[in-house]
Nanobody, 123 residues
Framework: QVQLTESGGGLVQAGDSLRLSCAAS????????MGWFRQTPGKEREFVAA????????YYRGSVKGRFTISRENAKNTVYLQMTRLKPEESAVYYC????????????????WGQGTQVTVSS
């Protein structure tokens, strides 16, 4: 069992940066693939970024490549999402997720989810 708690969301202006954190409790965080997803009302949850257990592999949504960076500190049971040059259309609730297995962009591959943190980007 893994419990995930996101933090770092807030209200920023277009072009600003924000760093999200996701703290995990429970066993063997270092065994889990971690992902970030986001969702706006009325839309499906969409993939943002993922990182393998040993940080060797990362995946990004095409629209965030070069602006967002996912990283993790296994010693701190924490995964991060550094977001730069934010756009208003990226306003959403951002969720972190944990799963065992291959690094994936697909939400069903993740077994545990946090409650989410709101990111609002004003124009």
């Amino acid at each position: 069992q893994v419990q995930l708690t996101e933090s770092g969301g807030g209200l920023v202006q277009a072009g600003d940066s924000l760093r999200l954190s996701c703290a995990a409790s429970g066993r063997a965080f270092s065994n889990y693939v971690m992902g970030w997803f986001r969702q706006t009302p009325g839309k499906e949850r969409e993939f943002v970024a993922a990182i393998s257990a040993n940080s060797a592999v990362t995946y990004y949504r095409g629209s965030v490549k070069g602006r967002f960076t996912i990283s993790r500190e296994n010693a701190k049971n924490t995964v991060y999402l550094q977001m730069t040059r934010l756009k208003p259309e990226e306003s959403a609730v951002y969720y972190c997720a944990a799963g065992l297995g291959v690094t994936s962009t697909a939400a069903p591959q993740y077994d545990y989810w946090g409650q989410g943190t709101q990111v609002t980007v004003s124009s």
